[in-house]
Structures are given as structure tokens and as C-alpha cells.
């Protein structure tokens, strides 16, 4: 099939309504060598309608992402994308007629290519919604090659060619709507292209309409959520040794206060309450958000067709050698003063346990989904000639860019599949696992750990697992076994540790950094006694109830029915 020209990338999340009137603009379209990619995050999203399109010759793809975040949305929207040429809108615009049309006809014109940008205009304000932001009317075609003191892309309305984002890398899932940081992350884009030496072309014939639907309160919140996605990207950069970055945060903060003493001055309330609103955003955002490099996603189309993003070293997610060993060793090896070690330890055995039944076997290819620093790739060596690491981050050692709901490997690829602590994580657990099997070839297996009892934030999406729950899904793909790991005997000091570790721990590390961890180190002392305690207890109800002691057999029928972690073992069925 003919890869289209053009591939539009729209991300919306419960907004079905304005998103209908995006995809009609984008049905009229004069240009019809394109593709529409819907990056669906919805919490339900439903089938588009088709008759937002009905007649058109664009071709409409829905989407649906596993993952909140803009950000996340569109690396996932670029690594499905076909055509050579990537342009993005947002789910509240309406693109002009001729919009594809003005960008298709600059990006073939002889000379060098551009990322583009155009004319942003403001809708009607419907019912009784505020003027929106993020607007720009210049009427004058401009070219910039180097960073200035304002953002020259904007994220509604732009489009630039897929080598552009195999060179800087696609959008750091770090910024952008659906993140603390809630903006910028076209802005980061923008600054890492003309970094680069890649020209961004302003194109006042290229328009969209920026719909104005947000009331007075919600447009405040918004301002506040730019100041901190900008505040964030100026961090970010800042903390990388860029002066540029704080010439820019204070020019903004001197903007902002401009603005509101005008607004003072002038009795306008709303436009003081927003100014304020952004300043306050852009402080929080450098000062308190944790922005760190760039988290790239999955990359482009590479040859074969195969969805791949190699991580180079230099665009690896910082870490030196040593801190990298340090991590590696803790998981691997962990030490009996730690507060995880019993749920480590347990982890650890029953992998080498499956991985001594591969002796004998030589020359596999094994994927390691999720893998961070591949703690567990040392069980492997001399059995594997192939250990490809796969995680969303380029963490050093990580091979490719990818997630599990969209492997980025031709079927058949891998002989044993790993993934360790990342399944309970998942949003679409048979999405991954149907993915697991896809990539895993005939004769293969699976082998996962995911957690049974663990402590987490309400809020957070992780999964707590029982082992029929488990079972009866992996069943549906293959041949499964589950074994608990660390049971009741193991679990309540488990859970004591992991209590007094992200209470007291963690509290005293957040306040106070270095001096804080200092203060948390007598607590080894607990973690210690905590974890000898329940080894000694599992041995001694152990050897009693393989004495016929009636207690001690009760103690260990309790111990098989609650479980830390869970090991799983899947021969795909083929």
C-alpha cells in the first residue's frame, strides 16, 4: 500500500465533541494525499463518527494510547505514522481549507527543508468563553535559524519532516498536557530544532482557528498551567549549563509582572489574575518540578519497516557508569539491610531458577521489556548472543525506544521474552501480552514478575494481582504457570519496611536531600532485623511443619496463599 504524503497527528482526550469539528475541517480538505492519525487517551473512548469525514479521501485512523500525556500520544502518533511529512493540530482547531495544501507545496519547493509553523487565529467565543491563548497573526513569511527570546513553533499548528525527529528526538514526555508540567512541549521541540541547526519557517498562509470555548475560571487555571510547562522547559535546559534559558525565564517573569502592574493600574481583573497566574506557574515549574533530559519515545519507520528508535549514548537519559552498577547491583544483588530485599531476593532466585533451565541452550535472542538498566541480563550470559533492552526512557544499555502495547519487532523475533515489574503498570494487559506473543517465536516463552501485594498512592495505575486472576489471563494465550514469591511468612515484614521506607525514608529524603538520607540511615538497622526476623520464621515454620507440627502445617497453607510477587511462565501458543 502507498505511504501517504502526509500523516496529521491530532492527540484529544474527552473531547469528543471539539474534536469532531477538527476532523470536518480536516475532511474539506483541498490537498487529499494525507492520513489523520486520532491519538485517542480518552477514559472511554467511543468509535469517531463517521460522519466528521463521511465523503472525504483522507484516510481517518483512531488510535487508542495506553498512557496519559500529549506527549506520549504523539511519539505513539510518529511511530505509526506513514507519510514523510508529520503536521499536528490540537482537537480545538479547525485547520483552513488549503492548510495541507500550503504546507505540501513549502516543504517540496528546491533549498533546504524547514520545520513549519503558521498563522494562528482566535475563533468567536462561544457562549460565554474568554479570549484563548497561544494565538499568532504576524503577516510576514519569517525563517529562524537560532534560538531568540520567544517560542517560535507552535504545537497547533506546525508540521516538519520525520528525519527531523530522528535527529532531535520526538516530544519529552515530560511536558505537555495530561503532565505536572501541563505545556511547552512544542516549545522544547522548537528550541531542540533550531539547536540543531534545523530552520523553522513561519508561513502566515498556513492557518488554523484556535476555538475559543474555555470560561474566564478555567482560563486562568490554563495560564497557570503554561507558566508551569514553561517554567519547566526553561528548568530543564537551565540545568544543563544553558545561560540562554535564564535570560529567557527572566524575560518572562519581567513580562508577566508588566502585565499585571498594567492590569492593576487599569482595573482589569481578569487580565491581572491570569499574568499573576503564569508567574506563579513559571516559579513553581523552575524552581519546584524535577525536569530531567529529554524522555524520548518511540522513534520512526527504520528499514524493513521495523518501529525502531535506537538511543545513542549521547541521548541517553543522564546516569554515569558507576550509578548505573550501583542500581544494577541493588536489584541483582540485594543486601539484607535493604528495606525491599525480601521481595528482590525472592525475584532473583526465581529467575535464575528459570533461567538454569535454559542451560545447554546457546546462541537466544532475548528482549528485555521495560529493562531500565537490565538488571537481570547477567542470568543470561553465555546463553543469549542476542539481549535487546526495550523501555519508554533512554536509560543507558537501552537499546530501543518502545512500549509494551506496541512492540516495535517483526514477529518471531525473540526466543524468551523478560519483563519484570512492569506488567502490573500496564493499561492494556492483553494488548501487551498479545504483543509478547506476536514478537515471541514458536517453541519460546514469556517470563514475567508482577507484583501481589505492594503498597502504592490511590491515585496511581498499578495492578494488584491474585494468582487465578493471572492464571486465567495467561491461559488465554498459551500454556501458563504462577508461582508466588513470598508469602505471608515474608509479606507482613515486607510491608513494614516498605511502610517505613515511603513514610519516614522517604519524607526525610524529600526535605532535606543529602542530610535527609543521613538522618533515614539508622532505619537499615530496622530493615535488617525486619528481614532476618522473617527469613528465620519462614526456616523454623518450615522445618516444623515437615516435622508434622499442626500449627506450623496451618502457618504454611497461609503462606502459600498470599504472595509479595508473583512469577510467571507463558509458552505462547502459536
Request: glycine share 12%.
Amino acid at each position: 500500500m502507498r505511504s501517504p504524503r502526509i500523516s496529521v497527528l491530532i492527540a484529544t482526550a474527552d473531547r469528543p465533541r471539539l474534536l469532531s469539528g477538527c476532523l470536518e475541517s480536516l475532511a474539506a480538505s483541498s490537498f487529499t494525499d494525507a492520513e489523520v492519525l486520532v491519538l485517542d487517551q480518552s477514559r472511554d473512548p467511543a468509535e469517531l463518527p463517521p460522519q466528521a469525514w463521511s465523503g472525504s479521501p483522507l484516510e481517518f485512523r483512531h488510535i487508542r494510547c495506553p498512557r496519559r500525556g500529549k506527549s506520549a500520544a504523539l511519539n505513539l502518533g510518529i511511530a505509526q505514522a506513514r507519510g514523510a511529512l508529520l503536521a499536528f493540530t490540537d482537537d480545538d482547531c479547525r485547520v483552513a481549507r488549503d492548510w495541507l495544501e500550503v504546507m505540501a507545496r513549502a516543504d517540496g519547493e528546491p533549498g533546504e527543508r524547514c520545520a513549519l509553523t503558521g498563522r494562528v487565529a482566535g475563533g468567536d467565543p462561544e457562549g460565554n468563553a474568554a479570549v484563548a491563548p497561544s494565538l499568532r497573526e504576524d503577516p510576514e513569511e519569517k525563517i529562524y535559524r537560532a534560538p531568540i527570546c520567544r517560542d517560535v513553533l507552535f504545537g497547533n499548528n506546525m508540521a516538519l519532516p520525520v528525519e527531523f525527529l530522528r535527529k532531535v528526538g520526538p516530544f519529552d514526555e515530560g511536558l505537555g498536557p495530561g503532565t505536572e508540567a501541563q505545556a511547552a512541549e512544542d516549545n522544547d521541540l522548537g528550541y531542540r530544532l533550531l539547536r540543531a541547526g534545523f530552520p523553522i519557517r513561519y508561513l502566515p498562509g498556513m492557518a488554523v482557528i484556535h476555538r475559543f470555548w474555555r470560561k474566564d475560571e478555567e482560563q486562568v487555571g490554563l495560564y497557570r498551567g503554561y507558566g508551569v510547562g514553561q517554567g519547566t522547559f526553561y528548568g530543564k535546559h537551565a540545568r544543563r549549563g544553558d545561560l540562554h534559558m535564564l535570560t529567557r525565564m527572566a524575560r518572562s517573569l519581567w513580562d508577566a509582572g508588566r502585565d499585571a502592574g498594567g492590569a492593576a493600574v487599569l482595573g482589569r481583573r481578569y487580565d491581572f489574575r491570569t499574568s499573576t497566574a503564569f508567574a506563579a506557574g513559571l516559579l513553581r515549574g523552575f524552581f519546584r518540578s524535577a525536569p530531567g533530559p529529554v524522555r524520548r519515545g518511540r522513534g520512526s519507520v527504520g528499514d524493513g519497516g521495523e518501529m525502531s528508535s535506537p538511543v545513542s549514548p549521547e541521548r541517553a537519559v543522564a546516569a554515569s557508569e558507576r550509578e548505573v552498577r550501583r542500581v544494577v547491583r541493588r536489584i541483582s544483588r540485594a543486601r539484607v539491610w535493604q528495606y525491599d530485599y525480601l521481595m528482590l531476593r525472592e525475584i532473583g532466585l526465581g529467575l535464575a531458577r528459570e533461567a538454569a533451565t535454559l542451560n545447554g541452550k546457546a546462541g537466544l535472542s532475548v528482549l528485555d521489556v521495560g529493562c531500565k538498566y537490565k538488571p537481570y541480563r547477567g542470568l543470561f550470559e553465555g546463553r543469549a548472543s542476542r539481549y535487546v533492552g526495550l523501555d519508554l526512557q533512554a536509560y543507558r544499555g537501552v537499546e530501543v525506544r518502545g512500549d509494551a502495547i506496541h512492540l516495535p519487532f517483526r514477529s518471531d523475533s525473540f526466543d524468551l521474552l523478560l519483563c519484570t515489574q512492569v506488567f502490573h503498570m500496564l493499561r492494556d494487559f492483553r494488548g501487551a501480552l498479545s504483543e509478547f506473543v506476536r514478537v515471541t517465536r514458536r517453541g519460546g516463552r514469556v517470563l514475567l514478575t508482577t507484583i501481589g501485594t505492594w503498597p502504592y498512592p490511590p491515585a496511581s495505575h498499578l495492578h494488584r494481582w491474585s494468582r487465578r486472576e493471572l492464571e486465567e489471563l495467561l491461559s488465554e494465550f498459551g500454556e501458563a504457570r504462577v508461582e508466588e514469591t513470598g508469602g505471608y511468612l515474608q509479606l507482613v515484614p515486607q510491608m513494614a519496611n516498605a511502610f517505613v521506607a515511603m513514610g519516614v525514608e522517604g519524607h526525610l529524603t524529600a526535605k532535606y536531600g543529602r542530610a535527609g538520607r543521613a538522618l533515614a540511615f539508622p532505619l537499615k538497622g530496622i530493615y535488617l532485623g525486619m528481614n532476618l526476623l522473617a527469613l528465620g520464621c519462614e526456616k523454623t515454620v518450615r522445618a516444623a511443619a515437615g516435622a508434622g507440627l499442626g500449627v506450623a502445617v496451618s502457618l504454611k497453607v497461609l503462606d502459600a496463599h498470599l504472595a509479595i510477587n508473583y512469577l510467571a511462565v507463558l509458552i505462547p501458543r502459536k
